[in-house]
């Protein structure tokens, strides 16, 4: 029975035989990519490369050049093709930098095995330093300021 609307019929119509190859092509390609990982397609700035000491002490001085990080990420925004407006993208380059630099900051604890426990005696002598520290902190002021103290005392 032909009512005139067989444009949807699969068997008959070669658009949509198409579509379909395409379409399976499509999702083939998609899954592949999800399967093996996206290709990166930006290795990262310029400075990142590494994460030793050396390292990151440069990027810090070159995050404390003024205007220099905002230029370079200004430069990037007007060069790269992004959805990010320009405060988006300084938002995202900062956020990157201080991933980099805790990350350069915390590469000792990279090669600690997960969960070992810290020593006793480190534990006693850092907690002992810690200790002073805070008291000084506390005490120190008040000192500075009372009777006690000999700079302080006028005859």
Partial sequence: MD?????????????????YILWCIYFALASS????????????????????????????AYLAIPF????????DWTFTKTALDVFQWMKLAEIQAIFYVTKCINASYFTK????PIGKFFKIVQGFF????????????????SQ????????
């Fill in 3 to 19: 009512n005139g609307y067989n444009c949807n019929t699969f068997s008959s119509n070669g658009w949509l035989i198409t579509f």
């Fill in 130 to 145: 810690l200790m002073i520290f805070v008291l000084v902190l506390l005490v120190g002021p008040i000192l500075l300021f």
């Fill in 68 to 75: 220099i990080f905002e230029l370079r990420t200004i430069i």
């Fill in 113 to 116: 095995k997960l969960g070992s």
């Fill in 33 to 60: 990519q999800i399967r093996v990982g996206l290709p990166q397609i930006r290795k990262g700035s310029f400075m990142v490369g590494e994460y030793d000491i050396v390292s990151c002490y440069t990027f810090r």
């Fill in 148 to 155: 006690i103290n000999p700079v302080g005392v006028t005859y």
